[in-house]
């Protein structure tokens, strides 16, 4: 479970930035989570809840994740378009055979790779 030690990353940097700024309390943590960094949203959240606990300024922090919609790359036409998920299947469609049951929405084409995504990025802190 990598998500543990991310999580536990995650707050050695806020505490840094904390320190850094002078500030007693985190109040509200926002982390841009990419579609395909491979972390499981839940499990980075539940380490991110139980480890907060054992640091004072980060005890009562609020974490959001903003999960951008994935893009890809059309091999047909080479433009990049956002595709979101559609539903559960498109998940496990990608998730199983790697690749999207998607179409390019300027030439049709079902030759589609993914562009990015694989971020885990500190977007927003508040303190106080």
């Not at 919609?69 to 036409?77: H, S």
């Not at 030439?107 to 694989?118: I, K, T």
Request: net charge negative; charged share 25%.
């Amino acid at each position: 479970m990598h998500e543990l030690s991310l999580a536990q990353s995650l707050i050695t940097q806020i505490l840094a930035l904390a320190a850094e700024h002078q500030a007693r309390k985190v109040n509200r943590v926002v982390v841009i989570l990419g579609p395909f960094s491979g972390v499981v949203r839940d499990s980075f959240e539940f380490g991110f809840s139980i480890l907060k606990k054992e640091q004072e300024p980060v005890r009562d922090a609020r974490l959001e994740l903003e999960t951008p919609d994935p893009e890809y790359r059309c091999l047909g036409c080479d433009k990049v378009a956002g595709i979101p998920f559609s539903g559960q299947s498109d998940r496990l469609d990608l998730a199983c055979f790697g690749l999207p049951a998607k179409q390019c929405p300027w030439c049709g084409s079902n030759r589609l790779s993914p562009e990015g995504g694989v971020e885990l990025i500190l977007k927003q802190l508040e303190m106080e």
